[in-house]
């Protein structure tokens, strides 16, 4: 019973973290309502409850190139969300995405 007890905290753990601590930021003439090419994703690695980052660099311009308009947004993943909560918060990953305007 206790082991049952266990999963289902686990499950319903694991299903409130989806989706959850993400945030765009728009750079140039980006808006929410613009039509977007995802252009690149990378994993950002944290320490201590996302206190303490891994690598330090996080340069837009590589990813994006010279464009003057983007949108970035870091968000838990499920698989960053389940490490996080095996290792307690020590190791705390993110993963950003990093989008371009359409252009036709």
Do not use: H
């Not at 686990?10 to 003439?29: D, F």
């Not at 660099?57 to 003057?68: F, L, P, S």
């Not at 307690?88 to 990093?98: A, E, F, N, Q, V």
């Amino acid at each position: 019973m206790k082991m049952t007890g266990f999963l289902v905290i686990a499950i319903v753990s694991l299903l409130l973290m989806t989706s959850c601590y993400t945030s765009r930021v728009n750079v140039g003439n980006a808006t929410a309502e613009t039509s977007r090419i995802k252009v690149s994703e990378t994993k950002n690695k944290f320490l201590f409850w996302g206190l303490l980052p891994l690598d330090n660099e996080q340069n837009a311009k590589a990813y994006v190139g010279d464009k003057k308009d983007y949108i970035t947004e870091t968000s838990w993943s499920v698989s960053d969300g389940l490490l996080n909560y095996i290792t307690l918060g020590i190791y705390s990953p993110t993963t950003t995405t990093y989008y371009v305007p359409y252009e036709e």
